[in-house]
């Protein structure tokens, strides 16, 4: 069978998105309000294996530290790439990629491959995981949930890339019922 149109772009990674997503809703968020789970040594640690944390070992103070400023430059991507915010995380997270040395690698099927080379191994990691996205046209699937209560951050799987809720089930009920209502009240005091 033979398909028309343009192919979905797959992430190259899937593993890679989900650790990054973990990542971001490691942030204080949601109501009640979740912990940040970086500021606990175990969860922190666990949080961070896939980017290369050591098993067994907890992240440094100094790594908690970087990786705070960088989710934070992360969620204003994620939160509103095209605004005025946004410009300047993409150019913060210039700055923290400036902080990690990366060379190219080329591998014999012709493939180019960033590694790294130089500065904290689990914060370059992170980069890359970014890097990795945006160069494979999924990163802009990396959204926060549209209920501003909940702000959980999901990858949207959808062919249409129009998911806005975490859980449709949840949030894009309880934000539907709540719209529903604010019209019937709004028609209600009309008459």
Known sequence: MVSSGTPKPAVQDPAAAAALVDVLNSRP????????????????????RPFGQPEGESPSPERIAQLKVLRSDLMALVADPESKDGEQAWARLTEHASDVDL??????????????????????????????????????????????????????????????????????????VAAHRARARSRASAT
Not at 29 to 48: F, I, N, R, Y
């Open 29 to 48: 968020h949601a109501t009640p309000l979740l912990p940040d789970t970086l500021e606990d040594p175990a969860t922190s640690g666990d949080l961070l």
């Open 103 to 176: 060379r190219q690698s080329f591998t014999p099927t012709g493939q180019v491959q960033l590694r790294q080379v130089g500065g904290d191994p689990v914060v370059g990691a992170v980069i890359l995981a970014v890097a990795q996205l945006v160069t494979d046209g999924t990163w802009s699937r990396i959204r926060a949930c549209a209920n501003t209560l909940c702000s959980h951050v999901f990858y949207d799987p959808t062919r249409s890339r129009t998911q806005r809720w975490d859980s449709y089930e949840t949030c894009g009920n309880r934000t539907n």
